[in-house]
């Protein structure tokens, strides 16, 4: 992209943002700053990307293989617009690095790694939630991976927008989809895509008369137009534990993943691989 296309783009990111930094200001009801993430819009199971602290091993190419992502979601503001039924809104910044390694059992080779930054707008009311956001990515190859392989890799850097819209009929099942739009993209030019997803939970049991769990099964469907719209597909099933009182939660799960490869440097890639993993609701 040009100079004048990225001076475009970075413009529209600061109004995009003044204006979200304005809406509280201007027509907010119990405004609060600093709240918990995820509570409009709950994090997404089975999305490979979704902003988390985890990590999954698994077979690939006959390797061992190993993710790990360490990400957060900070809440910045809150506050509501309406009376009767009101629609509750907050602003957050996310970041988290998601990287790969192939495991040997000596010294681990780090492969690649992914950079996200992302500015949502989430909102709910009742069973209805969205989530609208700006976001940057970028891909890097893995020093170990270039020496090993040769492969130097390409400029990877996205830029765009992205929304979701999610729908709770019941207590234990959750529906979204919702799709992206690419500002800027290196190197395919290709710049739409599309997300949808369902998620099944059980009621909150008692482990030990202490410890809460639930049970879930979460997919996630993607495509997108950068790779000729072929989908790639990711089921988990897991349990979530945690302690009385606390809204802190651990997650281990069993999943799935076929399709293209969720890492910018290998995005052409076809993968298809069983995975444990666990992951952390902070």
Same mark, same amino acid.
């Given at each position: 992209m040009s100079c004048r296309g990225r001076s475009c783009t970075l413009r529209f990111c600061i109004s995009a943002a003044a204006l979200v930094l304005s809406v509280p200001v201007q027509a907010a009801q119990g405004y609060s700053v600093f709240p918990r993430p995820y509570e409009l819009f709950s994090r997404l199971l089975a999305d490979p990307r979704q902003i988390q602290i985890a990590a999954y091993y698994y077979r690939q190419d006959g390797d061992d293989t190993a993710?790990?992502?360490?990400?957060?979601?900070?809440?910045?503001?809150?506050?509501q617009t309406g009376d009767q039924s009101p629609w509750n809104w907050q602003w957050s910044v996310e970041g988290m690095a998601y990287s790969r390694f192939r495991l040997n059992g000596g010294?681990?080779?780090?492969? /690649?790694?992914?950079?996200?930054?992302?500015?949502?707008? *989430?909102? %709910? #009311?009742?069973?209805?939630?969205?989530?609208?956001?700006?976001?940057?990515?970028?891909?890097?190859l893995g020093d170990d991976y270039i020496r090993h392989t040769g492969d130097q890799g390409f400029r990877y850097s996205l830029d765009g927008l992205k929304a979701l819209a999610s729908y709770e009929p019941a207590a234990a099942l959750r529906i979204y989809a919702g799709g992206f739009y690419l500002l800027h993209t290196?190197?395919?030019?290709?710049r739409p895509g599309l997300q949808a997803g369902l998620e099944l939970k059980s009621p909150d049991r008692k482990l030990f008369s202490k410890a809460p769990y639930c049970l879930y099964l979460g997919q996630d469907i993607q495509s997108?137009?950068?790779?000729?719209?072929?989908?790639?597909?990711? /089921?988990?099933?897991?349990?979530?534990?945690?302690?009385? *009182?606390? %809204? #802190?939660?651990?997650?281990?799960?069993?999943g799935h993943y076929a399709g293209r490869s969720p890492f910018g440097q290998f995005f052409r890639r076809q993968e298809n691989h069983w995975d444990l993993g666990v992951s952390f609701d902070l």
């Open positions: 993710d790990v992502a360490l990400g957060h979601s900070w809440g910045l503001t809150r506050w010294v681990n080779e780090f492969q /690649t790694i992914d950079f996200f930054a992302n500015l949502p707008l *989430e909102l %709910r #009311r009742e069973k209805v939630s969205g989530k609208f956001m700006l976001f940057h990515e970028s891909s890097h290196v190197p395919s030019p290709h997108r137009a950068s790779v000729s719209w072929n989908t790639s597909y990711r /089921t988990v099933f897991g349990v979530r534990l945690g302690l009385q *009182e606390q %809204r #802190r939660f651990m997650r281990v799960h069993l």
